[in-house]
């Protein structure tokens, strides 16, 4: 169930099993049969650390998603809240407490606070007057999420929204290179835990050899950008969340033999997708104009693999044959969903409306026209095309050209506001704060430096035998795992002018670990970097990650930790104010 | 405007850049093909054994068996039938003896060097005892009550024991001094939670005045003040926090963004309306002047048309009801909507689509745009060639068009302009090569073939004969055309 997660280099697993025990122990902490309430949001990611047969042997009979008003009968002893620390769900849960408290009870309460207590919670319990009645008020560090073998996530949406637009860094309890602003907190945070916790700690053997703390806002571009990876089209086009997407049923019909195919299923098809799935595994990273001919590989090689049955003679080979079957069924059907998915996508990857979205992209990318009123974006407006898809683009010219220039952002906000409704105002002030937007202030554009310094823009990208991480983007090298590319080989040092060029602070701090920790590397071994993505990061920029680990000269394997996994629509959206109403 | 759209095209056409493109199209379509045959031979092949193959059990729902999310819709959906023991799907993978071992590892230590236990160690130490419970300031007790506790702790020590989860009392910083020493420690300490819960004590125990002045020298505690404040929607001293600071912007904004929760058109509108003496920027200030216009416009043409189509007198809310409300619809869904109902209309009433676009700046191609899509829509073609015509100085009329003609055959195409209506416009495009694949795909015979007599092309004149049905006029026009000893074919 959970293999996947052992593979890697650093055993992600140990995490899971972690997370298992803590909520073992929260569990028998409230003695006696009981029921969970779940904030809805959660039951997601929880999804990924247990299933319901552990809550049901801690006596958990029932469950029921938190709602107003009367909490539903249930004869049990303990009723437990497991929800996020947000102000909206304390009222809820103090109605749900005051009208069970009228009818009889001798139910206990309690409250499980994912991933951390919060004091303005409590506060607000406590005005509600319900405070007192819990029993247990505790917390639950699901901190990270482990997704795959190297990939954790804290699915923590607001992250991004809190630290550059509220300015609010309460979130960053947590957590030695970076870059950033928040990255230079969480470090300072670390230092002073560590002086704090000074004699209980190093007896630990170190699981990374180099932290990397980077800030979403020193590459604003990345994101927005249309991921063309598999995983990361998968993702605009579908969205993946909590591991799982949900995709149009059509394609997936089975149709049974001497059936006819009178109903189309109308539920969506809903696909967990990690490197549990072998094919998945190998096919998730590449560009996508790669795809086809590795599916196409892996379909004669299956074909080739059940042809065999023909030279199975003797019982022995039949029951040879007989023993692979379980693993061919499986690998056949993988095969047929991502043919599927394929299928879907390359609809979309080859209508005219994506390549010129491209193409505009490229051009920003390359710093072509940046400076101007771009037509295509003009177009998008006139035909109402959705207004996330125009603020990606807008936004991305902006940061391409060191913001816009006043005659073109006025234009362009008044097209917006007269299109999409004039309360946008409050969207594109979000944005601006976000830096995401802004007026251009000098004339200098520091954006090609950039460029041409990190080498973000290779003519000639490889999409089918990738040299370098610009596959990715057919192009474009995200600049932040260029970043984590440089600093491996040959550092930070050689690129001190270009780091200047982008906000906040960057640092270094060395641990000293007692004689006996250092690790005794093989020769060989490589070095492990836990790269850690404060306010989001992409599913291209992972792939470009891992495609750096599998590169026989780096010498170096990336584990990637976040705030959240996002692209470009699911970011811009929690930047709006009420995206629900917005989505037009 | 033209010739600026053909250079565009050309800069298309030798465009460097690569966009996102198979490179094979047709081998890899066939590839894809290649994978779904093997799929689906391989499919026949064994058959019997189809349930068998999802390694994971999905419900109804789409959910796995057995996940969290599909137990609390079952249990609680069990529950609404009877109080019977729901019957659980037998999950066996993560119960067995590995799940349980004893690792040595914490999900907080791998990350952060430290063990479990030594954090929150007040919870796990007393667990039924409330008080001690809560590691925030218990504020309003009585003296008396927390005399137990140790009251000595300096502004640092109280901070740390803030942060490690233990009770502690903040009463007994009295003077502004140890407060704000106490907020600058909290500060220091990184710690969110510790910064709210002291600023929640000086909001308490300062007067606002000299809280706020003491916040603008302190930043971060500040920034946490402001999204407390937003968090539990204390507007009014959000308001006069943001004002002390001169942050007159953000009040501005702060305050136009209310008008989102009120759900009554007129109570919007007023509300609107005084948001105009708001501190907006100068561009802000005229867009919310344009947002309470275009409202106060709305709420008057609602209320006229609305009675307009009960009384069931004028023809075209009786042939195209209207689908919905026009209030607090964008700028240019409005246009598009006078547009539609009230295009003839004098320019003195404020549904007069031209007095529209003047009041509200709208842009020629805007403008365009919008009225050509609602003109089509109601398939008023001659309204449609009146938009374009323009005389020029000497009284010649000619299209003009602020939009490339390919985009106005898209829109009409899209409101499903007839044959004869597009081919006007598909005339139009200069590009000989666009004008003949739109063509070709409006079927537009007789342009194809007159672009085709002017390039001077009987290869592709013949070509283009065969796809034509046998004995229809075009095919006759062909071969009058090929017949013609007149015309000098280039091939």
Known sequence: MAAHLSYGRVNLNILREAARKELREFLDKCAGSKAIVWDEYLTGPFGLIAQYSLLKEHEVEKMFTLKSGKLPSADVKNIIFFVRPRLELMDIIAENVFSEDKMHSSRDFHILFVPRRSMLCEQRLKEQGVLASFVNIDEYILDLIPYDGDLLSMEYESAFRECYLENDQTSLYHTIYGKGDCARHVANMMLRMKREFAGSQNQILPVFDTLLLLDRNIDLLTPLATQLTYEGLIDEIYGITNGYVKLPPEKFAQKKQGEASKDLPTESKKLQLNSAEELYAEIRDKNFNAVGAALSKKAKIISAAFEERHNAKTVGEIKQFVSQLPHMQAARSSLANHTSIAELIKDITTSEAFFENLTVEQEFMTGVDTDKVNTYIEDCIAQKDPLIKILRLMCMQSVCNNGLKQKVFEYYKREILQTYGYEHILTLNNLEKASLLKLQTSSRNNYPTIRKTLKLWMEDANEQNPNDISYVYSGYAPLSVRLTQVLARPGWRSIEEVLKLLPGPHFEERQQLPAGLHKKRQQGENRTTLVFFLGGVSYAEIAALRFLSQMEDSGMEYIIATTKLLNGTTWIKSLMDRPESQIS | ?491
């Open chain 2, 1 to 491: 405007m033209m010739k600026s759209k053909a250079d565009e095209e050309d800069y298309w056409n030798s465009s460097k850049f690569k966009a996102f493109t198979f490179d094979d199209e047709d081998d890899e379509f066939s590839r894809l093909k290649e994978s779904k045959r093997a799929v689906n031979s391989i499919r026949y092949l064994v058959e019997e054994d189809d349930d068998e193959e999802e390694v994971e059990k999905v419900s109804w729902s789409g959910e796995p068996v057995g996940s969290i999310s599909w137990s609390v819709s079952e249990t609680a959906a069990s529950n609404q039938k009877a109080d019977r023991e729901p019957a659980f799907p037998k999950v066996s993978a993560d119960s067995g003896p590995m799940s349980r071992s004893h690792s040595g590892y914490s999900l907080s230590s791998l990350f952060k060097g430290k063990t479990k236990g030594g954090n929150f160690q007040s919870l796990a130490d007393s667990p039924s005892d409330p008080s001690v419970r809560l590691y925030a300031p218990e504020l309003r007790k009585p003296k008396s009550e927390y005399k137990d506790y140790v009251s000595d702790w300096s502004p640092e020590e109280t901070v740390q024991r803030m942060q490690q989860g233990k009770v502690v009392s903040l009463e007994k910083f009295r003077s502004l001094q140890d407060k704000l020493l106490l907020l600058d420690y909290a500060v220091n300490a990184h710690d969110g939670n510790v910064i709210t819960a002291v600023l929640i004590y000086l909001k308490r125990t300062l007067s606002k005045e000299v809280l706020f002045r003491e916040l603008e020298s302190r930043q971060t505690a500040l920034r946490h003040l402001i999204h407390y404040l937003t968090e539990t929607r204390d507007q009014r001293l959000l308001l006069e926090l943001l004002r002390a600071l001169g942050r007159m912007e953000d009040v501005a904004l702060l305050q136009y963004k209310e008008h989102l929760s009120i759900a009554d058109e007129n109570r919007r509108r007023d509300f609107l309306k005084n948001c105009l003496s708001l501190p907006f920027s100068p561009e802000d200030s005229a867009h919310v002047q344009d947002h309470y216009t275009l409202l106060e416009r709305q709420v008057i043409i609602e209320t006229t048309d609305r009675q307009a189509e009960r009384g069931g007198k004028v023809e075209v809310f009786q042939k195209f009801p209207r689908k919905a409300s026009i209030l607090n619809m964008p700028m240019i869904t409005t246009l598009y909507y006078c547009c539609f109902y009230h295009y003839t209309e004098s320019e003195g009433t404020f549904s007069c689509p031209l007095n529209i676009r003047q009041t509200f700046k709208i842009s020629e191609k805007q403008y365009f745009v919008t009225a050509l899509a609602a003109r089509a829509k109601l398939k008023a073609w001659s309204d449609v060639d009146a938009l374009f015509t323009s005389r020029n100085w000497l009284g010649f009329t000619r299209k003009k068009s602020p939009l490339s003609f390919q985009r106005v055959v898209d829109i009409l195409q899209k409101n499903s302009a007839p044959t004869q209506v597009l081919q006007n416009y598909v005339a139009l495009v200069d590009d000989a090569e666009l004008r003949i694949s739109l063509a070709q795909k409006h079927k537009c015979h007789d342009i194809v073939i007159n672009t085709y007599r002017d390039l001077k092309d009987r290869q592709q004149l013949l070509g283009y004969q065969v796809k034509l049905k046998r004995g229809s006029a075009e095919e006759r026009k062909i071969d009058e055309l090929l017949n013609n000893p007149q015309i000098r074919w280039k091939n």
